[in-house]
Every structure is written in structure tokens, then in C-alpha cells.
């Protein structure tokens, strides 16, 4: 029997136009009163999640999956945290320096960029906290004097250099970080135990849950571990070809109701109206 329930938020819970619709809200509900535990995990930062999870009307007590697993709060508090070192961001942002993109960097409940443009501007829309704009020496020197360091850099820009900026990064920090995109435009770095299939695992076992009576749908690269982690891992009719191959499960669209529907099928459900 199935316990809990991992979803992805863009892409997979999220219809394009970032809604949810009412029947898998109320499908979700069912499920929350039926003591299954429904849990977020999102790439975005906790203040991103917070209006979708407040909305679906899942249990205050459930933990937030944020960036990617790097950042997990519980009731308001954080629960776990890991960091890329100042090195490191130094590093990687160097590397990237050379290519047309722009990064973004998340502390929390807090995000930073080097520049303010069309990129973090629409990021901005679904954040609630104003980004900072400095130079990455001002930044790295305000960090480092608050004892933090960012639990995830974005980079942002076009396909074609997303997937060159991927292939540069891992061949220098392959092993040492966790490099992957969350759409065709965005390209996570993490540290190595900053993953959502690392952030599953943790918050399943403080539940008392094993991965068998584990499900959890997404829909892109930084999915993949999760979904194979999961006693039952789907991936969204949305997602690319490789990702559907590591599923056991295929389910709809994100703008189908695909979530609705894998839902009342692995818990025998009515369907929702």
C-alpha cells in the first residue's frame, strides 16, 4: 500500500499557466484525509512553493522539498540544508562566464543574481522576495561573513547553450556536483547530496516510510533519481522520451490532469468532476 506521495510542482502538478486544477486539487484532499502524505518538490525556492502548497490544502505539518532537495523545511523550520561552497560558486560562475547566460543564486529563502534581466525577471514572478543584484565578489564577501553559501545556482539561457554549459561543467565537476537541467532553458548545480531522490529518501524515512509504498511523478532530468528511488515512480506524458524509459508508469500531460489520474488509479479513486 502506498503511504506518501512526491510530486514535482513545474511541469508535472503545475498546468502551464502554473494552476492547479480543482479535480486534482480535490483529488489531493481525498488523499490528505485519507492520512496519505502528500509532499511538494520543487527546484524553486521555498517562497515559490508555499502559495501552490497552501492552495491544494495539504497538511501544514507536511515537509517543502525546495531546490532541488538542497533546502527542506518542515512546519516553517528548516530540516536540512546543504551548500556549494564559496569556492566552488566562484568556480563554476567562471566557467560559465565565457557563455551568453545569466545566473542566479539561492540561499533559503533568499536569491541573488550578478545582473537584473529578462531571465530573473521572470523568475521574480513567482517569487515573493525581491532578488539582489551585486557583483559575485560583493556577494561572495557578504556570504562568507554570514557563515552561508548558496544551496543552488541557476543558470539561465537559451537551449543550445544550456546543453553546452552542461557538457562543460560536467566535465570539470563531474562527482562533485549535481548538474542537470529543470527545462530547456535551466540548468541546476547543486552539491552532490543536494538531489530530490537524496531529499525523498530523508523525508521518507523520518515518516516511517519505505520506498515501496513511495510514489513520486515528475517530469524532467532532475526527476529521474527521484523517480527511480520511488516504489512506484511515473513520469508525466510531458516528459521527454529517456525520462518516460526510467518510469514504471506513464501517466498524462501536466495539462491533462495527468497527476488526477495516476492518483486515482494507484489509490482506486472515483474520478474527480
Known amino acids: 500500500m502506498y503511504k506518501a506521495v512526491f510530486l514535482d510542482m513545474d511541469g508535472t502538478l503545475l498546468r502551464s499557466d502554473h494552476s492547479v486544477s480543482e479535480a486534482t486539487k480535490a483529488t489531493i484532499r481525498t488523499l490528505t484525509y485519507r492520512g496519505i502524505q502528500v509532499v511538494l518538490v520543487s527546484a524553486r525556492p521555498v517562497n515559490a512553493v508555499l502559495p501552490t502548497f497552501r492552495e ?5 505539518s507536511a515537509p517543502i522539498i525546495s531546490l532541488n532537495g538542497s533546502y527542506i523545511v518542515e ?12 569556492r566552488t560558486v566562484v568556480g563554476v560562475a567562471d566557467q560559465v562566464r565565457p557563455f551568453k547566460a545569466t545566473i542566479a543564486y539561492y540561499l533559503q529563502r533568499e536569491w541573488y543574481s550578478e ?8 523568475e521574480q514572478k513567482i517569487m515573493d522576495v525581491p532578488i539582489k543584484v551585486a557583483p559575485l565578489t560583493e556577494l561572495v564577501k557578504e556570504w562568507s561573513a554570514r557563515n552561508i553559501a548558496p544551496n543552488k545556482m541557476m543558470v539561465m539561457s537559451e537551449p543550445p547553450a544550456i546543453r553546452q554549459i552542461q557538457q562543460h561543467l560536467r566535465t570539470i565537476y ?5 548538474i542537470y537541467p529543470s ?3 535551466y540548468l541546476e548545480v547543486m552539491d552532490r547530496a543536494g538531489s530530490k531522490s537524496n531529499a525523498v529518501r530523508l523525508v521518507s524515512e523520518r515518516m516511517g516510510i519505505v520506498p515501496a509504498e513511495v510514489i513520486a511523478m515528475g517530469d524532467n532530468y532532475n526527476d529521474i ?3 527511480r528511488f520511488a516504489g512506484m515512480g ?5 516528459a521527454p522520451d529517456d525520462i518516460k524509459a526510467q518510469a514504471k508508469y506513464v501517466t498524462d500531460t501536466n495539462n491533462n490532469d495527468g497527476v488526477r489520474k495516476a492518483l486515482e ?3 482506486q479513486l472515483e474520478p474527480a468532476r
Open 75 to 86: 512546519r516553517g523550520q528548516p530540516i536540512f540544508q546543504v551548500q556549494i561552497d564559496l
Open 234 to 238: 511515473v513520469a508525466m506524458g510531458n
Open 183 to 185: 527545462k530547456a532553458t
Open 56 to 60: 491544494i490544502g495539504i497538511a501544514e
Open 115 to 122: 545582473v537584473r534581466d529578462g531571465w530573473t525577471d521572470h
Open 225 to 227: 533519481e527521484m523517480i
Open 265 to 267: 488509479r494507484f489509490f
Open 174 to 178: 563531474d562527482g562533485r556536483l549535481n
